[in-house]
């Protein structure tokens, strides 16, 4: 007999055939059932859903709050409700009985979200139940969890509460380790070799790409100065702090101009020793970088040794591949001291005045905190640390940072220990120990985490410290990778792009309504947010739909209005269509760009509500329209210039391959305040590459203002434009790359004219300003001009001396 003729029922037989099914492919199984089971709960809690807010939730909220797996993971749009669906997935577990509100943890990273999650619950679930929730930040939490162990709950550091006094406090470090001997020595090896990451010259495509590697970075000497190179500002730094006195740049003692050639400026001149330094950029095998004309470079060479050959003055040489080879500064000791030049390291004293002044203190103390807060967030140890930093592609100077920052957090941490006080991440990290080790049993069964994206690896690991603590507890985490915009706090977006590696097996839903934005804002938004592959991709959708673009670019040419007039003309015009009166949210990515004209601001304007943020602080909110202000290029343009430090790489958990990844998260939660309109300004110079990219990247956006006239590219360096100068000393119009000092590249005004830019145009040149015809030089890419010769007029060429091209004015072309 067969075992389904054993068996006595139909029953019986389908309990076994379900079973086998389990057993062959438990996945799906499971899959069917959770389906069936939301299915169901969307039908039986549909009145609850339908009331538990002031308006019905959707269906894509109500499925959120449905699924019910062991994990959950929520990917919320700017504006969708994820307040709404976390409140209601509190009322929820507890209306269905599925959870006691003491078993509710709502974990919220600020206190103003706590508070006004408290308030939500009291509000749509009653007091008796909100009551009974517990909501809390993590750093409260952890407080609590450390105080019902050891009975006493620890004191919070001042610095841990307030970002001023947490600088200022590392500040007065990295002085005092200047003061010290020993470490004094690590710190000036920092700020001398290390204080950018190095690229060579040959691995870029043109100078532009170099300029700008160097502009990104801040490279400038310890005295100010903008020097051409990484590695002319390494010996600038090593014969400042040595106390040998030089010139950078200064014109030879010999006349060597010509009518054609500048006076000839060797980059450095030891006046006190009659000593010349010229640093030539070349390898090993001699060659230069690709893009460098090298015949030419190594003619120039030659000419400069022939000067000072000829002239009786002393040349000392050094070249890149030195760098390469990390013997640039121990050879240049050698050669200095060949010629009787002593080193005499200046005072510390003086060293910390000049950092101060030339402004590297802050920058290097900013760099302290943020790698501070990301090493006791992450829980690294300086071992795994060194074994990062030696796999760290900037290997060498991830080892001369970790050898300056290990004594800074050492004094910091004693700080906090003679104060008898812990900073947040001691907190969280005391509280997880605690839990890891049994010392605390989480009674909650159900942890609800909102704006997950701002989430650190220490406080993940409590995280789950409290979930491995409670047999059968579950986890409901809210977040928007696309608003990660903390780093420098300590957040990492990769805890939530790794949710499955750090808290197993989960159920993803997704909030991709909009109730804010308009179509034509979100979609924009979307665009710009996902250039950036490694974001979570989700399909956004909106509830308001407008006709007229959403998002409004304007550009500072030489219009009558400034731009911020004329957004907020268009703004009152726009609003005047609704009703009336509108918010009007100003916005920028720097504290100093606050308009200080806010009160005239406000009469001018009586119908629109003004008010101001950094972009930071506008997280959360919205307004009718936005105006995002600064969007220009520059060290504090937007995006940011100052780039962040790779080194942040050894202590981050992953580490951000696309270029200003945060800075376009943080564009983006600038424009999605808006729900009506948002307007970005470049209103205080060149347009930013973010704007650029608006402009020219196939987005919905609307262009005003009166943009400038399209500019020529530098054809030296390729990423600088031409741009319109006047010698001071002879009055005559010429044409300067907007790269300069670091590219010297000029091109002479029109001969018609004598004030436009000749641009190319077929065979002949074509004036930009006057359109008058001139001829090509037929050896180059030069134009040719009437010159005075020994024999009268002539026609020559733009790029002489370089090129030497003449033609006698009767062959002129017709």
């Known amino acids: 007999m067969h075992w389904p003729e054993a068996l006595s029922s139909t029953e019986e037989v389908q309990l076994l055939q379900d079973a086998l099914s389990f057993l062959e492919a438990p996945d799906d199984t499971r899959t069917k059932a959770n389906a069936a089971f939301v299915a169901n709960e969307l039908v039986r809690s549909r009145k609850f859903f339908d009331t538990v807010e002031a308006r019905p939730l959707t269906e894509e909220q109500r499925r959120a709050v449905a699924v019910d797996d062991r994990r959950n993971l929520v990917v919320a749009a700017a504006g969708s409700g994820k307040t709404s669906v976390i409140v ?67 004191t919070l550091a001042a610095a841990a509460e307030n970002d001023r006094k947490f600088f200022d406090l590392l500040k007065g470090i990295v002085a005092g380790l200047l003061a010290d001997h020993r470490l004094s020595v690590v710190l000036r090896e920092w700020f001398q070799n290390e204080f950018a990451p190095y690229k060579s010259e040959h691995e870029f495509k043109h ?43 200064a014109p030879y003692e010999h006349e060597m101009a010509t009518s054609e050639k500048r006076q000839y400026k060797p980059d450095f001149h030891l006046p006190e020793h009659g000593i010349y330094i010229e640093h030539f950029g070349i390898n090993a095998a001699g060659n230069t970088a690709s893009f460098v004309d090298e015949k030419e470079y190594l003619r120039g060479m030659e000419w400069k040794r022939n000067v000072h050959a000829e002239r009786g003055t002393t040349l000392i040489e050094t070249f890149s591949h030195e760098h390469t080879d990390g013997r640039l500064l121990r050879n240049l000791e050698e050669k200095l001291a ?25 920058p290097f103390t900013q760099l302290v905190a943020t790698f501070l807060q990301h090493f006791k967030g992450s829980r690294l140890s300086f071992p795994a640390l060194a074994e990062r930093a030696g796999a760290h592609r900037h290997r060498e100077r991830s080892r001369a940072f970790l050898a300056v920052f290990q004594p800074i957090f050492e004094r910091y ?37 909102d704006e997950f994206q701002d989430i650190s690896p220490a406080r993940a690991r409590l995280l789950k410290a409290l979930l491995d603590s409670s047999q059968g507890s579950q986890l409901f985490a809210v977040g928007d990778d696309w608003q990660a915009i903390y780093r420098f706090g300590g957040s990492d977006i990769a805890v939530m792009r790794e949710f499955g590696y750090r808290f197993g097996a989960f159920a993803r839903s997704d909030l991709a309504t909009t109730f804010r934005c308009a179509d034509r804002i979100a979609s924009v938004a979307t665009d ?32 009558e209005l400034p731009l911020l007039k004329e957004a907020l003309e268009r703004i009152a015009e726009d609003a005047s269509r609704h009703d009336g009166m509108a918010d009007v949210l100003l916005l920028s990515r720097y504290r100093h760009l606050r308009p200080r004209n806010m009160s005239v601001l406000q009469k001018q304007y009586p119908s629109l509500r003004f008010d101001w943020k950094t972009i930071h602080r506008s997280k959360g909110l919205e307004a009718d329209y936005v105006v995002v202000i600064g969007l220009c290029s520059g060290k504090y343009g937007f995006p940011a210039e100052i780039a962040d430090d790779p080194l942040l790489d050894l202590v981050l958990s992953a580490a951000e391959d696309h270029p200003n990844a945060e800075e376009r998260r943080l564009l983006y939660v600038a424009i999605t305040r808006a729900r009506r309109q948002a307007f970005l300004l470049a209103d205080s110079g060149p347009p930013s590459e973010f704007v650029t990219e608006l402009l020219n990247g196939g987005y919905d956006v609307e262009v005003f203002g009166r943009p400038p006239e399209a500019e020529t590219s530098c054809p030296r360096c390729i990423d600088g434009f031409l741009r319109r100068r006047e010698n001071a000393r002879h009055g005559h119009v010429f044409y300067g790359c907007s790269n ?20 190319r145009s077929g065979e002949r040149y074509l004036c930009r300003d006057c359109g ?20 009268g007029r002539f026609l020559g060429c733009s790029n002489y001396p370089d090129c030497n091209y003449t033609r006698n004015l009767r062959h002129r072309k017709g």
């Not at 300069?740 to 641009?759: I, K, N, Q, S």
């Open 338 to 362: 060949t010629h009787g030049v002593t080193l005499s390291p200046i005072p510390h004293e003086e060293i910390f005045m000049t950092l101060k002044r030339e402004g590297r203190i802050n």
């Open 88 to 154: 209601a997935k509190a009322g929820w577990l507890v209306q269905r009985g599925y959870r006691k509100p003491s078993e509710l943890l709502l974990l919220a990273f600020a206190r103003d979200a706590c508070k006004e999650m408290e308030e939500r619950l009291g509000k749509r679930l009653g007091n008796a139940v909100a009551g009974a929730v517990t909501v809390r930040t993590f750093h409260s939490l952890g407080m609590a969890i450390i105080g019902e162990v050891e009975g006493k709950r620890p």
């Open 772 to 791: 008058g015809m001139i001829d090509c030089c037929p050896d180059c890419d030069g134009w040719l001009g009437t010159r005075m010769g020994r024999y």
């Open 207 to 249: 100078w532009g790409e170099y300029y700008a590697y160097i502009r990104k970075f801040g490279i400038r000497s310890l005295k100010g100065e903008a020097v051409r190179s990484f590695e002319e500002c390494e010996i600038a730094n090593f014969l400042y702090l040595n106390g040998v006195a030089y010139e950078y740049e």
């Open 528 to 559: 710009f947010v996902l250039r950036n592959p490694e974001q979570i991709r989700k399909a956004v959708r909106t509830t308001r739909k407008a006709k007229l673009p959403g998002v409004h670019v304007g550009l500072l040419g030489e219009q």
């Open 740 to 759: 300069y000092p670091l590219c010297e590249h000029t091109e002479r005004a029109c001969p018609l004219c004598t004030t436009g830019l000749p641009l």
């Open 413 to 449: 941490q004693e700080t906090l220990a003679r104060s008898g006080e812990i900073d947040f991440h001691d907190m969280i990290n005391r509280a997880t120990d605690l839990v890891e080790a049994g010392r605390y049993r989480s009674p909650f069964r159900y942890i609800l985490v």
